[in-house]
């Protein structure tokens, strides 16, 4: 679904003076282009660019100054995307005609992508492990979420906190971490590996580790520190 609307606020001065510029020398009140069909010509296109699959959409498209003043174009406009704009959040689209009296101008909108994600249910203090029931599915604008999104409770369930999230905050990838299954200071197996052989030594986690990461444990024998991947609780995995 598309929902379209003019911004009640003009262009700022100096964008509209640009725009100006661009446009031929006075020409008679009959050859003016017209600035709706302009506005229904980025409508036209942003719907044909923007899959409604992609979420529900809002596009708004901005009022042009109405002094502008474009010789008509007696050929259909031709509608793009400017390099380096984006078909979401506030971008420009860039519209031109390519008759003999040709004239180019950026017309700026607003394009919003609604989609269901994972918000907080409750506060969540640093530091919670998140459930099920810490969960809601909210609608929100993806296009304000920069970093990331979840949209199933299986990516977040499980993991820690690393910010504190209020109600209705919705999840991010930089909020959340995976636990600590590794102490700094407990006893851990250290899993040695090589050629197709397996050593198990008894060690101490010298740093927290989540799984995956890499942290320095001490090899109660020989005293030895060596770096490790958590593979799983209380387990250490070293390459030779």
Known sequence: ???????????????????????????????IQSLEAIRAAVEHYLAASNPPAQGRQEIVVGKLDPRLRLAACDRALSVFTPP???????????????NNKPWK???PVSIRVYKPVL???????RGAVIQ???LQIIESDITT???GYF???????????????????????????????????????????????????????????????????KNEKSKRIVEGKVIA???VKVLF
């Open 132 to 134: 099920a029931g810490d």
């Open 84 to 98: 380096g704009s984006h078909l979401r959040g506030n971008t420009t689209i860039g519209v031109s005609c390519e």
């Open 105 to 107: 101008l950026y017309v």
């Open 145 to 147: 979420l920069g970093r």
């Open 233 to 235: 609780s209380g387990i």
């Open 119 to 125: 918000a907080a249910n409750r506060f969540l203090p």
């Open 151 to 217: 949209s199933e409770d299986d990516q977040v369930v499980g993991k820690v906190v690393k910010q504190p999230l209020m109600t209705g905050k919705v999840v991010e990838p930089y909020h959340i971490g995976n636990p600590k299954i590794v102490r700094r200071g407990e006893s851990v197996t250290i899993l040695a590996s090589s050629d197709g052989f397996e050593i198990r030594m008894k060690g101490k986690a010298m740093m927290d580790g989540t799984s995956g990461e890499l942290i320095k444990v």
């Open 1 to 31: 679904m598309y929902t379209y609307r003019a911004k009640k606020n003009h262009l700022p001065a100096s964008f509209a003076a640009g725009l100006l510029l661009l446009a031929t020398a006075p020409v008679a009140a009959q050859e």
